[in-house]
Protein backbone atom coordinates (compact mmCIF):
# COMPACT_ATOMS: atom_id res chain seq x y z
CA UNK A 1 0.00 0.00 0.00
CA UNK A 2 2.85 2.54 -1.25
CA UNK A 3 2.03 6.26 -0.35
CA UNK A 4 -0.79 5.15 2.78
CA UNK A 5 0.32 6.41 6.28
CA UNK A 6 0.14 5.03 9.73
CA UNK A 7 -0.10 6.10 12.74
CA UNK A 8 0.64 3.69 15.84
CA UNK A 9 -0.33 4.80 19.52
CA UNK A 10 1.14 1.98 22.25
CA UNK A 11 -0.65 1.06 25.87
CA UNK A 12 0.49 -0.28 28.72
CA UNK A 13 3.54 -2.70 29.15
CA UNK A 14 7.00 -4.18 27.31
CA UNK A 15 4.69 -6.41 25.34
CA UNK A 16 2.27 -3.98 23.67
CA UNK A 17 5.66 -2.16 23.00
CA UNK A 18 6.90 -5.41 21.40
CA UNK A 19 3.67 -6.25 19.58
CA UNK A 20 3.46 -2.45 18.15
CA UNK A 21 7.20 -2.96 17.30
CA UNK A 22 6.14 -6.63 15.38
CA UNK A 23 3.41 -4.82 13.18
CA UNK A 24 5.38 -1.60 12.56
CA UNK A 25 7.43 -3.77 10.77
CA UNK A 26 5.09 -6.05 9.28
CA UNK A 27 3.74 -2.53 7.53
CA UNK A 28 6.33 -1.19 6.46
CA UNK A 29 7.11 -4.18 4.71
CA UNK A 30 3.98 -4.26 2.89
CA UNK A 31 4.32 -0.88 1.47
CA UNK A 32 3.14 1.58 4.65
CA UNK A 33 5.00 4.55 5.55
CA UNK A 34 4.74 5.88 9.54
CA UNK A 35 3.56 8.97 10.58
CA UNK A 36 4.11 10.80 14.23
CA UNK A 37 0.74 12.81 13.20
CA UNK A 38 -2.58 11.44 13.71
CA UNK A 39 -4.41 13.98 11.06
CA UNK A 40 -1.68 13.10 8.39
CA UNK A 41 -2.53 9.52 8.84
CA UNK A 42 -4.67 7.21 6.34
CA UNK A 43 -4.58 4.42 9.59
CA UNK A 44 -4.44 4.99 12.67
CA UNK A 45 -3.59 1.65 15.12
CA UNK A 46 -4.14 1.71 19.04
CA UNK A 47 -2.31 -0.75 20.58
CA UNK A 48 -4.34 -1.56 24.10
CA UNK A 49 -3.98 -2.69 27.51
CA UNK A 50 -6.48 -3.98 29.52
CA UNK A 51 -4.88 -4.31 33.16
CA UNK A 52 -6.55 -1.45 35.05
CA UNK A 53 -9.77 0.14 34.33
CA UNK A 54 -7.91 3.87 33.94
CA UNK A 55 -5.67 2.34 30.53
CA UNK A 56 -9.40 1.32 28.67
CA UNK A 57 -11.14 4.57 29.91
CA UNK A 58 -7.46 6.32 28.07
CA UNK A 59 -8.13 4.77 24.92
CA UNK A 60 -12.03 5.19 25.11
CA UNK A 61 -11.35 8.63 25.39
CA UNK A 62 -9.17 8.67 22.53
CA UNK A 63 -11.34 6.72 20.56
CA UNK A 64 -14.10 9.56 21.02
CA UNK A 65 -11.44 12.20 19.61
CA UNK A 66 -10.61 10.09 16.21
CA UNK A 67 -14.76 10.31 15.80
CA UNK A 68 -14.24 14.14 15.91
CA UNK A 69 -11.25 13.59 13.13
CA UNK A 70 -13.38 11.20 11.45
CA UNK A 71 -16.14 13.58 10.79
CA UNK A 72 -13.84 15.74 8.37
CA UNK A 73 -11.66 12.62 7.11
CA UNK A 74 -14.36 9.86 6.80
CA UNK A 75 -12.44 7.10 4.69
CA UNK A 76 -9.43 7.45 7.71
CA UNK A 77 -9.38 3.48 8.96
CA UNK A 78 -8.97 2.69 13.04
CA UNK A 79 -7.72 -0.38 14.43
CA UNK A 80 -7.84 -1.12 17.84
CA UNK A 81 -5.64 -4.02 18.49
CA UNK A 82 -3.97 -5.58 21.52
CA UNK A 83 -5.87 -6.88 24.93
CA UNK A 84 -8.56 -4.72 25.08
CA UNK A 85 -9.71 -5.52 21.72
CA UNK A 86 -9.59 -9.72 22.62
CA UNK A 87 -11.79 -8.45 25.87
CA UNK A 88 -14.09 -6.60 24.25
CA UNK A 89 -14.73 -7.55 20.59
CA UNK A 90 -17.57 -6.90 18.61
CA UNK A 91 -18.37 -4.43 21.47
CA UNK A 92 -15.13 -2.23 20.27
CA UNK A 93 -16.36 -2.63 16.83
CA UNK A 94 -19.58 -1.05 17.37
CA UNK A 95 -18.09 2.15 18.31
CA UNK A 96 -18.41 5.10 15.71
CA UNK A 97 -15.06 5.43 14.47
CA UNK A 98 -13.60 1.79 14.92
CA UNK A 99 -12.99 -0.05 11.64
CA UNK A 100 -10.94 -3.42 12.99
CA UNK A 101 -10.38 -4.94 15.95
CA UNK A 102 -7.87 -7.40 16.44
CA UNK A 103 -6.49 -9.30 19.21
CA UNK A 104 -3.16 -10.29 19.89
CA UNK A 105 -2.87 -13.89 18.78
CA UNK A 106 -4.62 -12.34 15.50
CA UNK A 107 -1.42 -9.69 14.75
CA UNK A 108 0.01 -11.63 12.21
CA UNK A 109 -3.00 -10.76 10.03
CA UNK A 110 -3.06 -6.75 10.93
CA UNK A 111 -1.64 -6.23 6.85
CA UNK A 112 -4.42 -8.07 5.56
CA UNK A 113 -6.75 -6.45 7.72
CA UNK A 114 -5.70 -3.15 7.34
CA UNK A 115 -5.78 -3.17 3.51
CA UNK A 116 -9.01 -4.58 3.39
CA UNK A 117 -10.34 -1.67 5.84
CA UNK A 118 -9.13 0.96 3.27
CA UNK A 119 -10.27 -0.68 -0.04
CA UNK A 120 -13.54 -2.11 0.90
CA UNK A 121 -14.12 0.04 3.62
CA UNK A 122 -15.57 -2.29 5.51
CA UNK A 123 -15.53 -3.81 9.74
CA UNK A 124 -13.39 -6.56 10.45
CA UNK A 125 -13.80 -8.37 13.96
CA UNK A 126 -10.06 -10.60 14.61
CA UNK A 127 -10.46 -12.27 17.79
CA UNK A 128 -9.53 -15.62 19.30
CA UNK A 129 -12.86 -17.29 20.45
CA UNK A 130 -10.89 -19.91 22.52
CA UNK A 131 -7.92 -17.92 24.11
CA UNK A 132 -7.53 -20.54 26.57
CA UNK A 133 -7.14 -23.31 23.93
CA UNK A 134 -5.31 -22.16 21.51
CA UNK A 135 -3.97 -25.05 18.18
CA UNK A 136 -0.28 -25.61 16.79
CA UNK A 137 -0.82 -23.68 14.33
CA UNK A 138 -1.68 -20.72 15.80
CA UNK A 139 1.10 -20.75 17.70
CA UNK A 140 3.40 -21.63 14.51
CA UNK A 141 1.43 -18.01 12.47
CA UNK A 142 2.98 -16.51 15.78
CA UNK A 143 6.17 -17.81 15.91
CA UNK A 144 6.83 -17.59 11.87
CA UNK A 145 5.59 -13.47 12.31
CA UNK A 146 7.60 -12.96 15.00
CA UNK A 147 10.57 -14.47 13.74
CA UNK A 148 9.86 -12.63 10.43
CA UNK A 149 9.58 -9.08 12.05
CA UNK A 150 11.42 -9.15 15.32
CA UNK A 151 13.40 -5.47 15.19
CA UNK A 152 14.93 -3.16 17.69
CA UNK A 153 13.55 -0.69 19.36
CA UNK A 154 13.59 2.73 17.31
CA UNK A 155 12.63 4.81 20.41
CA UNK A 156 15.49 3.77 21.99
CA UNK A 157 18.53 3.13 20.21
CA UNK A 158 21.14 0.00 20.61
CA UNK A 159 18.17 -2.09 22.64
CA UNK A 160 15.47 -4.27 21.77
CA UNK A 161 12.71 -6.21 23.28
CA UNK A 162 12.59 -10.61 22.19
CA UNK A 163 9.80 -12.49 23.59
CA UNK A 164 10.37 -15.68 25.55
CA UNK A 165 7.28 -16.78 25.83
CA UNK A 166 3.45 -15.76 25.67
CA UNK A 167 0.45 -15.91 27.62
CA UNK A 168 0.07 -17.08 31.35
CA UNK A 169 -1.08 -20.07 33.58
CA UNK A 170 -1.11 -17.82 36.94
CA UNK A 171 -4.68 -16.86 37.07
CA UNK A 172 -4.12 -14.20 39.49
CA UNK A 173 -7.77 -13.72 41.11
CA UNK A 174 -7.18 -9.74 39.86
CA UNK A 175 -5.48 -10.16 36.27
CA UNK A 176 -6.99 -10.27 32.81
CA UNK A 177 -3.87 -11.48 31.01
CA UNK A 178 -4.45 -15.64 31.24
CA UNK A 179 -8.15 -14.33 29.43
CA UNK A 180 -6.68 -12.32 26.59
CA UNK A 181 -3.14 -13.34 26.00
CA UNK A 182 -4.02 -16.85 26.64
CA UNK A 183 -1.73 -19.97 27.86
CA UNK A 184 1.65 -20.17 28.82
CA UNK A 185 3.70 -21.06 25.41
CA UNK A 186 7.22 -20.98 25.46
CA UNK A 187 9.16 -20.20 22.28
CA UNK A 188 12.09 -22.69 20.96
CA UNK A 189 15.25 -21.54 22.17
CA UNK A 190 16.89 -21.96 18.66
CA UNK A 191 14.06 -19.53 17.61
CA UNK A 192 14.98 -17.02 20.36
CA UNK A 193 18.52 -17.07 19.94
CA UNK A 194 18.48 -16.49 16.37
CA UNK A 195 16.78 -13.41 16.37
CA UNK A 196 18.82 -12.02 18.91
CA UNK A 197 21.76 -12.46 16.34
CA UNK A 198 19.80 -10.56 13.74
CA UNK A 199 19.82 -7.86 16.24
CA UNK A 200 23.08 -8.20 17.10
CA UNK A 201 24.41 -7.84 13.44
CA UNK A 202 21.75 -4.65 13.66
CA UNK A 203 24.32 -2.96 16.20
CA UNK A 204 21.72 -4.14 18.88
CA UNK A 205 24.04 -3.98 22.39
CA UNK A 206 20.97 -4.84 25.31
CA UNK A 207 18.34 -7.25 24.74
CA UNK A 208 15.21 -7.81 26.77
CA UNK A 209 13.64 -11.19 27.37
CA UNK A 210 10.00 -10.87 27.62
CA UNK A 211 7.91 -13.10 29.19
CA UNK A 212 4.67 -12.51 31.62
CA UNK A 213 6.34 -15.18 34.11
CA UNK A 214 9.45 -14.99 32.08
CA UNK A 215 11.33 -17.18 34.57
CA UNK A 216 9.58 -20.03 34.79
CA UNK A 217 10.23 -20.77 30.69
CA UNK A 218 10.40 -24.15 30.05
CA UNK A 219 11.08 -25.59 26.70
CA UNK A 220 11.83 -29.51 26.48
CA UNK A 221 13.71 -30.37 23.04
CA UNK A 222 14.61 -34.05 22.87
CA UNK A 223 16.41 -35.24 25.90
CA UNK A 224 16.81 -31.36 26.93
CA UNK A 225 14.86 -29.07 28.75
CA UNK A 226 16.01 -25.50 28.05
CA UNK A 227 15.16 -23.04 31.15
CA UNK A 228 15.56 -19.06 31.48
CA UNK A 229 19.08 -19.77 32.91
CA UNK A 230 19.77 -21.87 29.78
CA UNK A 231 18.87 -18.32 27.53
CA UNK A 232 21.03 -16.07 29.68
CA UNK A 233 23.57 -18.04 28.77
CA UNK A 234 23.20 -18.24 25.23
CA UNK A 235 22.20 -14.84 24.61
CA UNK A 236 25.12 -13.58 26.53
CA UNK A 237 27.65 -15.98 24.39
CA UNK A 238 26.24 -13.82 21.01
CA UNK A 239 29.18 -11.51 20.14
CA UNK A 240 27.90 -8.18 19.61
CA UNK A 241 25.59 -8.22 23.11
CA UNK A 242 26.45 -6.61 25.88
CA UNK A 243 23.73 -6.49 28.43
CA UNK A 244 20.86 -9.10 28.53
CA UNK A 245 18.02 -8.66 31.20
CA UNK A 246 14.53 -10.07 31.61
CA UNK A 247 11.17 -9.06 32.66
CA UNK A 248 8.85 -9.88 34.66
CA UNK A 249 9.23 -12.81 37.12
CA UNK A 250 6.92 -14.55 39.20
CA UNK A 251 7.72 -15.53 42.79
CA UNK A 252 9.00 -19.32 42.61
CA UNK A 253 11.63 -21.25 43.28
CA UNK A 254 11.81 -23.22 40.15
CA UNK A 255 15.07 -22.66 38.50
CA UNK A 256 15.69 -19.50 40.68
CA UNK A 257 19.17 -20.75 42.04
CA UNK A 258 20.27 -21.46 38.38
CA UNK A 259 19.38 -17.97 36.94
CA UNK A 260 20.47 -16.29 40.06
CA UNK A 261 23.89 -18.00 39.63
CA UNK A 262 24.24 -17.45 36.17
CA UNK A 263 23.69 -13.66 36.61
CA UNK A 264 26.60 -13.74 39.25
CA UNK A 265 28.83 -15.67 36.91
CA UNK A 266 27.68 -13.63 33.75
CA UNK A 267 29.15 -10.16 33.14
CA UNK A 268 26.57 -9.57 30.78
CA UNK A 269 23.24 -10.52 32.49
CA UNK A 270 22.32 -8.12 34.21
CA UNK A 271 21.97 -7.80 37.81
CA UNK A 272 18.41 -6.39 37.85
CA UNK A 273 15.22 -8.76 38.98
CA UNK A 274 11.04 -7.38 38.84
CA UNK A 275 9.55 -9.43 41.25
CA UNK A 276 6.02 -8.07 41.84
CA UNK A 277 4.87 -9.20 45.33
CA UNK A 278 1.61 -7.61 45.06
CA UNK A 279 0.81 -7.60 48.73
CA UNK A 280 2.21 -8.26 52.14
CA UNK A 281 -0.52 -9.70 53.45
CA UNK A 282 -0.78 -12.92 53.63
CA UNK A 283 -4.39 -13.42 53.98
CA UNK A 284 -4.85 -11.06 50.66
CA UNK A 285 -1.90 -13.07 48.72
CA UNK A 286 -4.09 -15.94 49.61
CA UNK A 287 -7.48 -14.13 47.97
CA UNK A 288 -5.25 -12.73 45.27
CA UNK A 289 -4.29 -16.30 44.53
CA UNK A 290 -0.35 -15.72 44.70
CA UNK A 291 0.98 -18.67 45.70
CA UNK A 292 3.30 -17.98 48.14
CA UNK A 293 3.31 -16.15 51.82
CA UNK A 294 4.97 -12.84 52.61
CA UNK A 295 7.86 -14.34 55.11
CA UNK A 296 8.94 -16.84 52.00
CA UNK A 297 8.78 -13.89 49.31
CA UNK A 298 11.59 -11.86 51.89
CA UNK A 299 13.03 -15.34 51.93
CA UNK A 300 13.63 -15.46 48.47
CA UNK A 301 14.88 -11.80 47.85
CA UNK A 302 17.54 -12.91 50.94
CA UNK A 303 18.35 -15.67 48.73
CA UNK A 304 19.00 -13.14 45.54
CA UNK A 305 20.95 -10.80 47.68
CA UNK A 306 23.30 -13.31 49.10
CA UNK A 307 24.56 -14.82 45.71
CA UNK A 308 23.83 -11.36 43.61
CA UNK A 309 24.87 -9.06 46.68
CA UNK A 310 24.20 -5.80 44.31
CA UNK A 311 21.53 -6.90 43.08
CA UNK A 312 18.64 -4.19 42.48
CA UNK A 313 14.72 -5.84 42.67
CA UNK A 314 11.85 -3.90 41.96
CA UNK A 315 7.97 -4.82 43.01
CA UNK A 316 4.66 -4.45 42.25
CA UNK A 317 2.00 -3.46 44.85
CA UNK A 318 -1.87 -3.26 44.39
CA UNK A 319 -3.36 -1.46 47.44
CA UNK A 320 -6.92 -1.54 48.25
CA UNK A 321 -7.86 -4.94 46.64
CA UNK A 322 -11.41 -6.43 48.49
CA UNK A 323 -10.98 -7.34 51.87
CA UNK A 324 -7.97 -5.81 52.77
CA UNK A 325 -7.89 -4.05 56.48
CA UNK A 326 -6.22 -1.58 58.03
CA UNK A 327 -3.50 -4.36 59.33
CA UNK A 328 -3.54 -5.96 56.04
CA UNK A 329 -2.04 -2.77 54.62
CA UNK A 330 -0.11 -2.05 57.41
CA UNK A 331 1.64 -5.75 56.42
CA UNK A 332 2.18 -4.80 52.91
CA UNK A 333 3.99 -1.33 54.29
CA UNK A 334 6.08 -3.23 56.25
CA UNK A 335 7.16 -5.80 53.45
CA UNK A 336 7.84 -2.84 51.20
CA UNK A 337 10.44 -1.62 53.77
CA UNK A 338 11.85 -5.07 54.64
CA UNK A 339 12.46 -5.33 50.89
CA UNK A 340 14.38 -2.42 49.80
CA UNK A 341 13.08 -2.43 46.33
CA UNK A 342 15.10 0.51 44.30
CA UNK A 343 11.78 1.17 42.66
CA UNK A 344 8.01 -0.04 43.01
CA UNK A 345 5.12 0.37 40.69
CA UNK A 346 2.14 0.48 43.06
CA UNK A 347 -1.53 0.59 41.80
CA UNK A 348 -4.67 0.96 43.47
CA UNK A 349 -7.03 -1.92 42.79
CA UNK A 350 -9.97 -1.38 40.07
CA UNK A 351 -12.50 -4.21 38.94
CA UNK A 352 -11.89 -5.88 35.74
CA UNK A 353 -14.73 -7.92 34.29
CA UNK A 354 -13.42 -11.44 32.98
CA UNK A 355 -10.77 -12.15 35.59
CA UNK A 356 -10.80 -14.74 38.20
CA UNK A 357 -12.22 -12.79 40.90
CA UNK A 358 -15.04 -11.71 38.68
CA UNK A 359 -16.01 -15.17 37.41
CA UNK A 360 -16.25 -16.22 40.49
CA UNK A 361 -19.56 -14.25 41.09
CA UNK A 362 -17.11 -11.54 43.48
CA UNK A 363 -16.04 -8.85 41.00
CA UNK A 364 -18.78 -6.73 42.16
CA UNK A 365 -17.75 -6.77 45.64
CA UNK A 366 -15.11 -3.51 45.86
CA UNK A 367 -15.16 -2.79 49.01
CA UNK A 368 -12.32 -0.52 49.24
CA UNK A 369 -13.49 3.29 48.86
CA UNK A 370 -11.78 5.21 46.75
CA UNK A 371 -10.39 7.80 49.16
CA UNK A 372 -9.24 4.64 51.55
CA UNK A 373 -7.21 3.54 48.24
CA UNK A 374 -5.59 6.41 47.67
CA UNK A 375 -4.88 7.49 51.07
CA UNK A 376 -3.09 4.00 50.85
CA UNK A 377 -1.87 4.42 48.18
CA UNK A 378 0.05 8.09 48.46
CA UNK A 379 1.40 6.28 51.81
CA UNK A 380 3.04 3.35 49.98
CA UNK A 381 4.39 5.73 47.67
CA UNK A 382 5.94 7.94 50.00
CA UNK A 383 7.21 4.91 51.86
CA UNK A 384 9.36 3.71 48.69
CA UNK A 385 10.37 6.78 47.83
CA UNK A 386 12.34 6.96 51.08
CA UNK A 387 14.07 3.83 50.43
CA UNK A 388 14.56 4.53 47.07
CA UNK A 389 16.01 8.12 48.26
CA UNK A 390 18.27 6.32 50.52
CA UNK A 391 19.41 3.12 47.72
CA UNK A 392 20.19 6.52 45.36
CA UNK A 393 22.29 8.39 48.00
CA UNK A 394 24.52 5.23 47.75
CA UNK A 395 26.10 6.12 43.93
CA UNK A 396 27.09 9.82 45.31
CA UNK A 397 30.50 10.36 44.05
CA UNK A 398 31.11 6.61 42.45
CA UNK A 399 31.47 6.20 38.39
CA UNK A 400 28.48 4.45 36.26
CA UNK A 401 27.74 2.76 33.35
CA UNK A 402 25.66 3.49 30.96
CA UNK A 403 23.95 2.94 27.70
CA UNK A 404 22.65 6.32 26.58
CA UNK A 405 19.10 5.96 25.27
CA UNK A 406 19.11 9.29 23.77
CA UNK A 407 18.13 12.96 24.65
CA UNK A 408 16.10 13.35 28.23
CA UNK A 409 12.47 14.66 27.90
CA UNK A 410 12.73 16.40 31.17
CA UNK A 411 15.17 19.89 32.13
CA UNK A 412 16.44 17.85 35.13
CA UNK A 413 20.03 19.62 34.67
CA UNK A 414 20.91 23.31 34.63
CA UNK A 415 21.40 24.39 31.09
CA UNK A 416 23.98 27.02 32.10
CA UNK A 417 26.22 24.00 32.74
CA UNK A 418 26.00 21.93 29.36
CA UNK A 419 28.18 23.86 27.45
CA UNK A 420 27.53 22.83 23.83
CA UNK A 421 26.00 19.58 24.82
CA UNK A 422 22.55 18.82 25.10
CA UNK A 423 21.28 17.01 28.21
CA UNK A 424 21.00 12.67 27.91
CA UNK A 425 19.57 9.96 29.64
CA UNK A 426 20.84 6.50 30.31
CA UNK A 427 20.34 3.72 32.58
CA UNK A 428 22.92 1.30 34.42
CA UNK A 429 22.89 -2.65 34.16
CA UNK A 430 20.86 -2.42 37.06
CA UNK A 431 18.25 -0.16 35.60
CA UNK A 432 18.93 3.09 37.48
CA UNK A 433 18.12 5.79 35.11
CA UNK A 434 21.56 8.75 34.51
CA UNK A 435 20.89 12.19 33.39
CA UNK A 436 23.73 13.76 31.85
CA UNK A 437 25.48 16.60 29.29
CA UNK A 438 27.22 14.63 26.64
CA UNK A 439 26.78 14.87 22.84
CA UNK A 440 23.52 13.34 21.18
CA UNK A 441 25.82 10.97 19.21
CA UNK A 442 26.37 8.99 22.11
CA UNK A 443 22.81 7.50 21.74
CA UNK A 444 22.36 3.77 21.41
CA UNK A 445 26.30 3.29 23.13
CA UNK A 446 27.66 3.23 26.27
CA UNK A 447 29.64 5.76 28.31
CA UNK A 448 30.27 6.87 32.23
CA UNK A 449 29.36 9.09 34.44
CA UNK A 450 30.45 10.34 37.86
CA UNK A 451 27.14 10.82 39.81
CA UNK A 452 27.27 14.13 41.68
CA UNK A 453 23.59 14.53 42.52
CA UNK A 454 20.95 12.17 43.20
CA UNK A 455 17.05 11.71 43.46
CA UNK A 456 14.65 9.04 44.49
CA UNK A 457 14.48 7.73 41.08
CA UNK A 458 17.23 9.40 39.15
CA UNK A 459 20.92 9.80 39.60
CA UNK A 460 22.64 12.68 37.79
CA UNK A 461 26.06 12.77 36.55
CA UNK A 462 28.92 14.24 34.69
CA UNK A 463 30.16 12.69 31.85
CA UNK A 464 33.75 11.25 32.20
Same mark, same amino acid.
Given at each position: ???????????????????????????????????????????????????????????????????????????????????????????????????????????????????? %??? #??? =?? +? *???????? $???? !????????????????????????????????????????????????????? %??? #??? =?? +? *???????? $???? !????????????????????????????????????????????????????????????? +????????????????????????????????????????????????????????????????????????????????????????????????????????????????????????????????????????????????????????????????????????????????????????????????
Amino acid at each position: MKGKRVHIKSFGCQMNKLDTALVTSALRKAGFSLTGSEKEADVVLINTCSVREHAEQRVLSHLGHLKHIKKTRPDMVVGVIGCMAQRLGDKLLEHEAVNIVCGPAQIPRITELVTK %ALQ #EKA =KS +L *AVTEKIRK $TTEK !QNQTLEKFESAYGIEDEQIPGQAFVRAMRGCNNFCAYCIVPYVRGPAVCRPPQ %AII #EQI =KK +L *ADQGVKQV $TLLG !QTVNSYKYRSGQRTYCLADLLVMASDIKGIEWVKFVTSYPSEEFFDQILQVMADSPKVCNY +LHLPAQSGSDKILRAMNRRYSSRWYLELLDKARAVVPDIAIAGDFIVGFPGESQDDFAATVEMVKKARYKNCFIFKYSPRPGTRLWRAGKGLEDDVGAEVKQKRNIELLAVQEKVSDELSRAFLGKEVKVLVEGLSKKPHLNAADSGDNPQLVGRTATDYIVVFNGPESLAGRFAKAKITRTSPLTLFGELI
